[in-house]
């Protein structure tokens, strides 16, 4: 194995696409065979990167808050076709968008399912403005189970189970996690996924110390038409919709190092370097296969052609319609500042890669880089 390929593709990213900064890192079989960062964590404070930076991970979060459900799984907490109102009975009854009613909806035929979510099946969308946000906001309803508690509330876009959308499926699944395991879902995360990985440096909502502060990437966007700079953004994650929120989709911070851990548990079967287990080979393999059927899948694979939907991850399907030389089966996600992750269980393999920069030309470097990776391993 190779790897210079690889390291020049991370050159070319920041040369060429104008991303700051990146930090990466390849494992196979719990050996980490390639990291690598370069460019500039903070470009207005001349600040390289010394791979210790910390990072919104955006919905990078949803591959943790799944694998957390999938432990609750195994223990026989719930079934995937269980209507999510038997837990949270305020989803009873749901409204469809009609433009055949007066009102603009009708009464939801099909329940919501736990595997809805699973799968953004659900017909929610990812309306963080929405009024019953707001109203809930405003009286004081802010915890994770409060403010999901108030998507009850919304239209749906077309009946459970038939479409895909993506949205705030994995949020509601936060809230599920919460009441199938009795306490929080950061709290949940920490016992059975962290502290179990050795992950040190992941956590929901904004920097707590000094310390965390530091280490923050700055974050930026960058749209090549209007600029030929990246445009500095705030430090914050507009996914937290209140202080005691905690947003199975989008809401935690991470590093390189502790992502690619995880990552690399799940590529070896649900055991970590440690030799910890956070989950079975067969639930690992139910994760990453493809749950969608029909009009779920085209509309799925109009942005991934060649690529399907597990629970909670794009996985290749067909290598003749996708950009990708990854066998099929690789899986994984990404986020909205572009990091993107990898998993190939067949081979053991993970990778993870991490930037801060939101609207670069994310897709067509993860193909990229996902393909000169896979070259390398065969050099």
């Known amino acids: 194995m190779d790897f210079t390929d690889l390291k020049n593709q991370m050159d070319k990213i920041v040369n060429e696409y104008k991303v700051p900064g990146i930090d990466c890192i390849l494992y196979k079989d719990h050996e980490m065979l390639f990291r690598y960062y370069t460019g500039m964590s903070d470009i207005e404070n001349n600040k390289k990167m010394n791979g210790n930076e910390l990072y919104f991970i955006f919905s990078m979060t949803k591959m943790l808050t799944c694998t957390s459900a999938l432990q609750l799984y195994e223990k026989g907490k719930f079934l995937m076709t269980d209507p999510i109102s038997k837990y949270m009975p305020e989803f009873e009854t749901m409204k469809v968008k009609s433009d055949d009613s007066d009102t603009g909806y009708v009464t939801a ?12 099946s659900a017909g929610f969308d990812y309306d963080l403005n929405a009024p019953y946000f707001k109203k809930a906001i405003a009286e004081n309803k802010t915890s994770t189970r409060e403010l999901v508690g108030a998507l009850s509330e919304a239209v749906l876009g077309f ?15 936060g809230a599920l996690i919460e009441i199938w395991s009795g306490i929080k879902l950061g709290e949940y995360m920490k016992e059975n996924l962290f502290e179990p990985l050795g992950m040190k440096e992941t956590f929901f909502g904004l920097p707590k110390n000094e310390e965390q502060l530091s280490k923050m990437a700055a974050r930026y966007t960058f749209d090549r038409n209007k600029s030929d700079l990246p445009l500095r953004l705030q430090l914050l994650c507009l996914y937290n919709l209140s202080d005691e929120y905690q947003s199975g989709g989008a809401g935690l911070v991470s590093c390189a190092e502790d992502y690619s851990l995880f990552l690399d548990a799940i590529a070896c079967g649900g055991v970590a370097k440690n030799g910890n287990r956070i989950l079975s080979p067969a639930t690992v393999e139910l994760m990453g296969m493809n749950h969608l059927k029909g009009k779920q899948l085209a509309e799925f694979e109009i942005g991934r052609p060649g690529y399907g939907y597990g629970l909670g991850v794009r996985t290749h399907i067909d290598k003749s319609e996708s950009n990708s030389l990854t066998p099929i089966g690789e899986f994984g996600w990404d986020g909205a500042a572009s990091a993107f992750s990898l998993v190939d269980p067949k081979n053991n393999i993970s990778f993870s890669y991490f930037q801060h920069v939101h609207n670069s030309e994310c897709m067509k470097i993860q193909y990229e880089t996902k393909n000169v990776l896979y070259a390398c391993l065969e050099k």
């Not at 035929?109 to 953004?120: A, E, G, Q, R």
Request: overall charge neutral.
């Open 109 to 120: 035929k099909n329940p919501i399912t736990v595997k809805d979510l699973f799968t953004m």
């Open 159 to 173: 009946e459970p189970g038939t479409n895909f959308r993506y949205s705030l499926c994995h949020d509601v699944l």
